[in-house]
C-alpha cells in the first residue's frame, strides 16, 4: 500500500536504498523492483534477519512530510492505555506483538460482552467498527460511541450505563439491543431513526410513544416490560416481528393495522379478545398462551399461518377460530377445556400437536388422530 501511494504522489523517482524488517520480504521486493527502476541497493536490516520485517527508505527527495498522512498513520504503533480493554481486543482478534493504528482501522466487528470492562473511551479508535457487542459489562458510559459512525449493529445488554443520548450520533445504526438495562423511559431513541430491528426485552418501559416514529422498523422486540397500551405502535406499517410476550397488555386492537406481520407474541399477557388480529393476513406464527381467551368467533384469516400456541387460555372450543388454517404444522392447545378436535383431520401438514395434557382429549380421540397421522407427533 505505500509503494503504491508514494509511487502516486511521484516521490520514488531517485530512490537508492532500501532496507526491509518484519514484511514479507519477497512480497516487498517485487513490489520495490516493479515500482522503483532506481534501486541500487535492497537487503534486511540487521536487527531483523528473517523473511519478515519493517520497511526503511532512503532517498534525497522523501521527506517524512511528503508520506500522506492516511498511509504514515497506518504504520503508526498504537498504545492502549486501559490495559484490561487491551487484553480482551487482543483476545477477541488473535493479535499478539505490536499494535499499528491500521490495525485497529482494520476491525469491523467486536465482541467485548462478559469481559469486566468499565471504560470505552478507547473504542473511539476503533473508526471503522460496524458490529459491536459490549454486553454484560460494567460501562458507566456510553458517549465514546459518538466517533463510531459507521456502527449499524450494536449489542448493550445487561450494561450500567443508562444515558442513551449517544444514538443521535449514529446515523447508520440498523439493529440495536438493551435488554435488561433497567430502561424506563424510551425518548433517547427516538432520533435513532435508522433502527430496523430493536430489542428492548426486560426493562421497566410502559410507554412506547418515543419510538413511535421509527418509520423503517422491521423487528421490535418488547418483551417483559410494563407496555399496556399498543397505540404508539399501530402506525408503523413495515414491522414484520412483534414481541410482547410478559407485558400488561389486554386489548390488541390497533395491532390490526400492521398487515406485514409474519410473527407476532403476545403470550404471558391478560388479553380476552383477539378477535381484531384475526385479520392479519401474513402472519407464520402466532403464540397467544397464557393469557384470558375464552372463545372467538372470527376465523383466523392467515391461510399461511404454520405455527399456534393458544395454551393455557379458557377456550371451550375451537372449529370458527382454526376454520381457514389448513397450513398448520404446529399447534400448542394444552390447559384449555376444549373436547372437540375434529377440525384436525383436515389439516394434512400437521407435524406437531401438543393437545393432550389439560384438555378434553379422550384416548380415543387421540387414537384416531394418530392413525390419520402417522408421521405427526403428539403430546
Not at 28 to 48: E, W
Not at 119 to 137: G, H, T
Not at 230 to 254: F, K, R
Not at 320 to 346: A, C, G, H, W
Request: glycine residues 4%; negative net charge; charged residues 20%.
Amino acid at each position: 500500500m505505500f509503494f503504491k501511494a508514494a509511487e502516486r504522489s511521484g516521490k520514488l523517482q531517485h530512490l537508492s536504498r532500501i532496507f526491509l524488517t518484519s514484511v514479507l520480504i519477497i512480497a516487498a521486493v517485487a513490489a520495490v523492483f516493479a515500482l522503483c527502476a532506481c534501486v541500487s541497493d535492497i537487503g534486511t536490516a540487521p536487527i531483523s534477519p528473517a523473511p519478515t520485517g519493517n520497511i526503511g527508505i532512503e532517498t534525497p527527495d522523501v521527506e517524512p512530510t511528503d508520506i500522506p498522512y492516511e498511509i504514515s498513520a497506518t504504520y503508526e504503533l498504537y498504545y492502549f492505555e486501559n490495559r484490561r480493554l487491551e487484553q480482551c481486543v487482543r483476545e477477541q482478534l488473535f493479535w499478539e506483538g505490536k499494535i499499528f493504528l491500521g490495525d485497529i482501522l482494520s476491525v469491523t466487528k467486536l465482541d467485548l460482552s462478559h469481559c469486566g470492562i468499565n471504560d470505552i473511551s478507547e473504542l473511539a479508535a476503533f473508526k471503522n467498527l460496524v458490529e459491536l457487542d459490549l454486553s454484560f459489562n460494567t460501562v458507566q458510559s456510553l458517549e465514546p460511541l459518538t466517533q463510531l459512525k459507521k456502527l449499524k449493529r450494536l449489542t448493550l445488554n445487561n450494561v450500567s450505563a443508562s444515558d442513551f443520548t449517544f444514538l443521535s450520533q449514529l446515523s447508520q445504526l440498523c439493529e440495536l439491543s438493551v435488554r435488561q438495562c433497567a430502561i424506563t423511559d424510551l425518548t433517547p431513541f427516538s432520533s435513532a431513526v435508522s433502527l430496523q430491528t430493536l430489542d428492548i426485552s426486560g426493562n421497566a418501559v410502559s410507554d412506547l410513544s418515543p419510538i413511535s416514529a421509527l418509520s423503517q422498523l422491521i423487528n421490535l422486540y418488547a418483551d417483559s416490560n410494563a407496555i399496556s397500551d399498543l397505540s404508539p405502535i399501530s402506525n408503523l406499517s413495515s414491522l414484520e416481528t412483534l414481541s410482547l410476550h410478559g407485558n400488561d397488555i389486554t386489548a390488541v386492537g390497533t395491532l390490526s393495522s400492521l398487515t406485514d406481520l409474519h410473527y407476532l407474541d403476545l403470550s404471558g399477557n391478560d388479553i380476552d379478545d383477539i378477535n381484531p388480529i384475526c385479520s392479519l393476513k401474513n402472519l407464520h406464527t402466532l403464540d397467544l398462551s397464557f393469557n384470558a381467551i375464552e372463545s372467538c368467533e372470527t376465523p383466523l384469516n392467515s391461510t399461511g399461518l404454520l405455527i399456534l400456541n393458544l395454551s393455557s387460555n379458557k377456550l371451550t372450543y375451537i372449529s370458527v377460530l382454526l376454520s381457514k388454517t389448513r397450513s398448520l404444522q404446529r399447534v400448542i392447545l394444552t390447559y384449555n377445556p376444549i373436547d372437540d378436535f375434529s377440525l384436525f383431520f383436515s389439516m394434512k401438514e400437521l407435524q406437531f400437536i401438543s393437545a393432550v395434557e389439560g384438555t378434553g382429549m379422550d384416548a380415543e380421540t387421540l387414537m384416531k388422530l394418530q392413525r390419520a397421522f402417522p408421521d405427526t407427533i403428539f403430546e
